[in-house]
């Protein structure tokens, strides 16, 4: 069975564009969660999303917005760009049950300029 | 406010020998301890879980000891393989499938 994927793999930016990036989650899988690294540091959440509806998001700004599709997949938009955006961008799946274990894609590597 | 701490940025251990990697934290409202490993240019792979209710979890060569009273979480790996070499993140959490907290991480080399 096919992992979580992600594109694109990687981005390149300027300070104050936007930016979309994509998550196809695990079959069967109905949770998504978005993720920041930055570089030293473990993975931060951001947002999860559980049947298309916000589950719950983490201390980001309203720059960073997210949707869930019927088919689970998933959008992390991020606008006006900042330096500071640059990250590794991680999505997970899960079932979305109690206790289920969160499967991580490869990531997009967004670089801003 | 940093909740989750692995205070050994490295670790370096000879082949066959036992990795131990440690991880702090400071909420006791945390129910799941996890750990996950990465490899560059890759997202982080789950590797073993445990509920607060246990105190240990055993999974082939990887067991994991939680100390609730000292809000502690250790991982050991026994016997290390070279391909273990990557980096260790423990994650907490509420319930594992919804926001994990993760350390900074430990990047554990071992020599052949």
Same mark, same amino acid.
């Given at each position: ?8 793999? &990687?981005?390149? %930016? ?8 994509? +998550? =196809?989650?695990?079959?069967?899988? %109905?949770? @998504? ?8 540091? /473990?993975? !931060?959440?951001?947002? !999860? ?9 983490? *201390?980001?700004?309203?720059r960073f917005s997210a949707r869930q599709f019927p088919n689970y997949s998933s959008e992390l938009n ?7 955006? =640059?990250?590794?961008?991680? +999505?997970?799946?899960? #079932? ?15 670089? @801003?300029? | 406010?940093?909740?989750? %701490? ?10 066959? #020998?036992?990795?131990?990697? *440690? +991880?702090?934290?400071? *909420? ?9 490993? %990465? ?6 792979t789950f590797l073993i879980s445990i509920s607060s209710i246990k105190d240990k979890n055993e999974d ?11 809000? &502690?979480?250790?991982? &050991? ?11 260790y993140f423990c994650a907490l959490s509420r319930d594992s499938s919804y926001k994990l907290i993760f350390?900074? /991480?430990?990047?554990?080399? @071992?020599?052949?």
């Open positions: 069975d096919a992992g979580v994927t992600q594109s694109p793999t &990687h981005l390149i %930016k300027t300070r104050g564009q936007q930016v979309t990036l994509r +998550c =196809s989650p695990i079959s069967g899988h %109905k949770s @998504v969660s978005w993720y920041q690294q930055v570089l030293g540091q /473990g993975p !931060q959440f951001i947002f !999860q999303y559980y049947e298309k509806e916000e589950r719950g998001r983490g *201390n980001f700004p309203d991020v606008n006006a760009l900042l330096l500071g955006d =640059s990250a590794l961008y991680l +999505c997970a799946s899960s #079932r979305g049950g109690a206790g289920d274990t969160q499967y991580f894609g490869p990531g997009t590597r967004l670089t @801003v300029l | 406010d940093q909740q989750v %701490k692995q205070n050994s940025p490295s670790l370096s251990v000879q082949e066959g #020998r036992i990795s131990i990697l *440690n +991880c702090d934290y400071t *909420n006791s409202m945390f129910d799941y301890f996890l750990w996950y490993k %990465k490899y560059p240019a890759e997202g982080p082939g060569r990887f067991t994991v000891f939680l100390n609730k009273s000292a809000k &502690h979480l250790s991982l &050991h790996i026994v016997p290390s393989q070279p391909g273990d070499s990557a980096v350390g900074s /991480g430990t990047r554990l080399l @071992v020599r052949p």
